[in-house]
């Protein structure tokens, strides 16, 4: 088939499976995954291989960029501890327990011949990070709390760094060259340093141009060089591509954006790079369910399905060792959080990649290809799928259509309580009829009675929705009376040791009320 044409069928079936997937109401990701696998299967469409060039030529710019212009960077320094806890020596340490989970299992049950504790650590660096594309796509759809979704977006985006910069180390000991700590240390923090600072300085070269004009079709072309402009750099360099345009979407959308576009090009640029991650998101789900060899994957059910529970047992283990490191801390996690962020780490065209880019002479490569296809389509169809009920089981997120209809109804009252506050202005200003102001006000009433009455029973009726509000209330109290006994320190009204005890007992209920969400 012509390339158009390719194209155009792939857009047409993304639109399809998207419908079906609504009217079903099944989760996108995974309903593009099912129809990749079974167009695959019947060599209906020629798509192009979802190759490591592809991968980062097309796919992840655009959708690291659009996820970090997203991302509240004041929530992101909020929770640093926990998402570089987890990015970082939380990619490690998953490595190491997905080998010994694996490796010995293997070994005994005889699945392959020869298949030592190395081949494990390969294989457990190329399923170690949580894949940002399925991650970001499958939370966006889900609406979780503002928090929980920084601190997963965030980890998945500085663990893919991680997880390619690990992988090369990996390959370099398996294939029995000598490395040592210091070295394989000093590489690390030069690849990820300097994509931070290439990121960084393109970001800002972005934003100072965003600043300089006011045209959307212009900031629009200049946050498109950036995104891809900063990997290609970055990449050029031998440094992380993914950390640079991380770093440079996180530049250009909390300063840049906020700054220097007005409001009419803001929604332009929002609305752009909505439409193109929809795009890249449902071409790379297709794509990784086309590149699935699946009677060969079926083949391996046993291998997949023990993989699959070690690498979920290995996330399990990290995000519980990390909750529990945080517990007296102000990042500490609400209930439930931890199971969310374990279940959450699918994986997903990055490790089909990865795994793609081993020599054709490396030991056990096909097995190891089917292995990790096979975990990647069981990841997003099992996790992806029951994400949605686990949610709504722990109590995190609420029904849609009733947090849509209170937030509707807290509006409505916020604009029947304005409106009244207006009438008020008239009235004393004597600018009105008395007959028309008291016919208004009275209707005005009637409306804001109204929409205070059903926001009172959904608010009632959900107990999710009246245990985020109390919290964020009960925070926003502490910190008031926090800052005035600051203040009065300050105005000489109290002495620092007077105030010592109190100070401590407003912070420890602050810790125990959690991070904003």
């Known amino acids: 088939m012509r390339l158009e044409l390719v194209v155009i069928s792939l857009f047409a079936i993304a639109t399809a499976v998207a419908l079906v997937a609504r009217w079903l109401k099944l989760p996108y990701t995974a309903a593009l995954v099912v129809a990749g696998l079974i167009i695959g299967a019947g060599k209906w469409v020629h798509a192009p291989h979802l190759s490591k060039d592809l991968l ?13 212009f997203h991302l509240d960077a004041k929530q992101f320094w909020a929770n ?8 970082v020596p939380g990619v490690i340490a998953a490595i190491c327990v997905t080998a010994f989970i694996l490796s010995p299992v293997v070994q005994g049950l005889r699945l392959e011949q020869g298949f030592k504790l190395i081949d494990g650590v390969v294989f457990g660096g190329i399923v170690a990070a ?9 939370f966006k759809s889900l609406g979780v ?23 090369g180390v990996i390959l370099t000991l398996a294939s029995g060259s000598t490395v040592t700590p210091v070295s394989v240390a000093s590489e690390f923090v030069r690849t990820c340093g300097l994509g931070v600072l290439i990121g960084a300085a393109i970001g800002y070269v972005g934003s100072q141009v965003i600043h300089w004009v006011d045209d959307p079709m212009i900031e629009i072309t200049v946050t498109v060089v950036v995104a891809w402009g900063s990997f290609a750099l970055a990449e050029e360099a031998h440094a992380s591509g993914v950390l640079a345009t991380v770093s440079a979407g996180l530049l250009c ?6 700054t220097g576009m007005s409001p009419t090009t803001k929604i332009a640029v929002v609305s752009f790079w909505a439409y193109l991650a929809f795009a890249l998101n449902s071409l790379v789900f297709l794509l990784i369910g086309f590149e699935v060899e699946l009677w060969q994957v079926l083949a391996a059910w046993r291998t997949v399905l023990l993989a699959w529970v070690a690498t979920t047992a290995a996330r399990a283990v990290v995000v519980g060792v990390v909750s529990l490191l945080l517990r007296r801390s102000r990042e500490r996690l609400p209930r439930g959080w931890a199971t969310i962020m374990s279940w959450g780490g699918i994986r997903g065209g990055l490790s089909m990649v990865l795994v793609l880019a081993l020599p054709l002479a490396f030991p056990h490569r096909q097995f190891l290809v089917n292995v990790v296809f096979g975990v990647v389509v069981v990841s997003i169809l099992v996790q992806g799928s029951t994400m949605a009920p686990l949610l709504k089981r722990l109590g995190i997120v609420s029904d849609r259509v009733l947090t849509a209809s209170y937030q509707f109804a807290r509006a409505d009252a916020l604009a029947a309580g304005a409106g009244l506050q207006e009438l008020d202005v008239l009235a004393n200003a004597q600018v009105i009829d008395t007959s028309l102001l008291q016919e208004l006000r009275a209707e005005y009433k009637e409306r804001l009675s109204a929409a205070n009455a059903r926001a009172r029973a959904l608010h009632v009726a959900d107990a999710v929705l009246a245990g985020e509000e109390r919290r964020s209330v009960r925070r926003r ?7 005035r006994v600051l203040r009065a320190i300050h105005e000489g009204l109290s002495t620092q040791d007077a105030a010592a005890e109190l100070i401590a007992s407003l912070d420890a209920r602050l810790i125990e009320l959690g991070t904003p969400e």
């Open 80 to 87: 640093k501890f926990a998402v570089c806890g987890l990015a």
């Open 130 to 138: 949580t894949d940002p594309i399925a991650v970001v796509a499958l």
């Open 477 to 483: 109290l502490v910190i008031v009376e926090k800052e």
């Open 253 to 258: 959308g909390n300063y840049g954006a906020r």
């Open 145 to 167: 709390p503002k928090r929980l979704g920084v601190l997963v977006e965030g980890e998945s985006l500085l663990n893919d760094g991680t997880a390619v910069v690990l992988f």
């Open 56 to 68: 980062f030529a097309v796919f992840l710019p655009g959708l690291l960029f659009e996820a970090a």
